[in-house]
Structure formats: structure tokens, C-alpha cells
């Protein structure tokens, strides 16, 4: 079917679990060496796919301790003062017929973020 389409023979492709997405998007956004306001938006996108917290929570423990770049939970978040230019632009490229999933602006999504983080933090380790 897929030689029909011009696309050959069609191979196995890998993905991660959403939740070990979650936790590098997570870790990437927290780390105070880059400025990552798409992580931002994409954060909120694979939020609403309802991730399992236990399993979010292993894993940012486990990344978070593996890369030794900041400390779990990365909580107060660190500055993003310079972000809302490219949060803007990012989150203009979820939206559909002027609605987007994603909030309007960085200061209600650092909000939301900190909510997160303490939601996964006190989720229990199974």
C-alpha cells in the first residue's frame, strides 16, 4: 500500500513513552544554560494527552539525577524574563482558526508550569 503512495517499503519507527517526553521537555525548559520557550508550548500540547503522573514523576526524577544540571523539583522556576517574544511566536503556530490549547502568554504558562511540577512532584513512586 505504501509503494502505491511513492513512500517504499514502510519501516519501524521509534518513540519515546509521553511520559519520558515530558520529563526532557521539563528538564530542557528548567535548565538556566538555554532559553527554550518552545518547550513551553509543547509541554502544555503533551499535557493534554493526560500523562500518568507516578510514571512522569520516575522519570524526571531519573533524568534530573542522570544529567545533574539542576536539582528535581526545578522549583522556584528559573528566570524567563527575555522568553515571551519567542513564546509568542511559538505558541502562534498551535493555533487553529485564532484558538490555541496553549495559554496566551508566558506568565500564566509559568504559573500553570509551577502547578505541574508540584502535581508531579507529589505524585507517589510506584
Known amino acids: 500500500m505504501s509503494s502505491r503512495f511513492g513512500f517504499g517499503a514502510l519501516q519501524p519507527v521509534e518513540l519515546i ?3 519520558y517526553q515530558i520529563a526532557q521537555k521539563i528538564h530542557a525548559l ?26 512522569v514523576r520516575e522519570f524526571c526524577v531519573r533524568t ?6 539542576q536539582e528535581w523539583p526545578p522549583v522556584p522556576l528559573r ?3 527575555d522568553w515571551e ?10 493555533e487553529i482558526d485564532g484558538d490555541s490549547l ?25
Not at 499535557?47 to 503522573?53: M, Q, R, V, Y
Open 17 to 19: 513513552d509521553l511520559e
Open 102 to 126: 496553549v495559554l496566551a502568554d508566558i506568565g500564566s504558562a509559568r504559573e500553570w508550569l509551577t502547578q505541574i511540577i508540584t502535581s508531579i512532584n507529589a505524585a507517589a513512586v510506584t
Open 30 to 55: 528548567t535548565d538556566p544554560d538555554y532559553s527554550r520557550a518552545h518547550d513551553l508550548v509543547d509541554l502544555q500540547l503533551l499535557w493534554a494527552a493526560e500523562p500518568e503522573l507516578d510514571s
Open 79 to 81: 528566570p524567563m524574563d
Open 85 to 94: 517574544p519567542a513564546y509568542n511566536l511559538s505558541r502562534e503556530e498551535t
Open 64 to 69: 534530573f539525577n542522570f544529567r545533574r544540571a
